[in-house]
């Protein structure tokens, strides 16, 4: 049978890219073709082989006990590609490709992560090199309609919840924020402290501890990954991930609006009929556009 193209209600996607995918989704069930989808965009994009165990310590490949993959490195892997599929389109896309390459990735995938937020909201995102300058070089700039918003992302790495550790990340990244326009500190915790007694109570404090010294952020984003087992140790479970957007009372440069932020991101693979909260995104209907015409032939 001959068939159109169908990707080309995708925007600047490479027509080799869709090609390659829709001739290995024979391969596949729909499921398994997400993850394979979006660990080809890391290789397409970035040069990185998401499904190499070399490749990051963040991807966490491992077997369960059961010997299946976790599925917490799948869902990793499918939040990056499709971060990178949805972030294609903007300004600051080969820049956030250049750190994702050559950086940690943990703490790279977050800003980019970041930046996503607000492109969802309806923002153009600008990134651009380090220059060495104070107060230039924060991760990114958000803007629309005449309003901008400076962005920083710091990932803390400690074990455990410390007021000190956070206190002392925001007031660092403060200084690499100017003061000319409106700005939001993005505050990465490890899952290991969610478990912490009354941490929002904590976050809250050291936040209104840190607002009162300081009118130049606009808000602090404290963001939080967390894995919930269906079964001990099984191959399938819930990854998602939580925001709390604390907003200063009096900043110098207020921010009109952030509701556009949505409190968790999540994925659930404990069963494979329902879908996901964020399946309707552009990245799943790309992909299922390629799935459904996987036996085709194109002309």
């Not at 079964?231 to 479970?237: A, H, N, S, T, W």
Request: hydrophobic share 40%.
């Amino acid at each position: 049978m001959i068939i159109k193209r169908i990707d080309f209600m995708f925007e600047n996607v490479p027509e080799r890219l869709t090609d390659y995918l829709r001739s290995a989704a024979v391969d596949f069930d729909r499921e398994s073709f997400y993850y394979f989808a979006a660990a080809y965009l890391g290789l397409f994009y970035l040069g990185k082989n998401f499904t190499d165990p070399e490749t990051s310590d963040f991807l966490n490949i491992r077997r369960t006990s059961r010997g299946g993959i976790w599925y917490g490195h799948s869902g990793r892997v499918i939040l990056i590609g499709e971060t990178l599929f949805l972030m294609r389109l903007c300004p600051g896309f080969s820049e956030f490709c250049r750190r994702l390459r050559g950086r940690d990735l943990r703490s790279t995938y977050f800003e980019m992560y970041a930046a996503r937020m607000f492109c969802e909201g309806g923002y153009e995102i600008r990134a651009k090199p380090e220059v060495g300058i104070r107060r230039e070089d924060f991760d990114f700039q958000a803007l629309v309609e005449g309003e901008a918003v400076n962005v920083e992302v710091t990932a803390l790495t400690a074990d455990s919840f410390s007021a000190r550790t956070v206190e002392n990340a925001l007031n660092q990244k403060r200084k690499q924020l100017p003061d000319t326009d409106a700005a939001i500190i993005f505050c990465i915790l490890p899952e290991s402290w969610a478990t912490t007694p009354n941490l929002g109570q904590a976050l809250g404090l050291v936040t209104k501890r840190f607002f009162e010294g300081t009118r130049r952020i606009s808000a602090v984003v404290f963001v939080i990954e967390m894995h919930v087992d269906i079964e001990q140790d099984g191959p399938v479970g819930r990854l998602s991930i939580h925001h709390v957007c604390l907003l200063h009372p009096n900043p110098r440069h207020p921010i009109r609006s952030l509701a556009f932020f949505k409190e968790t991101w999540q994925t659930d693979t404990s069963s494979i009929e329902l879908p996901t909260q964020r399946r309707e995104t552009e990245f799943f209907r790309w992909a299922d556009s390629i799935f459904v015409n996987r036996n085709e032939t194109l002309s």
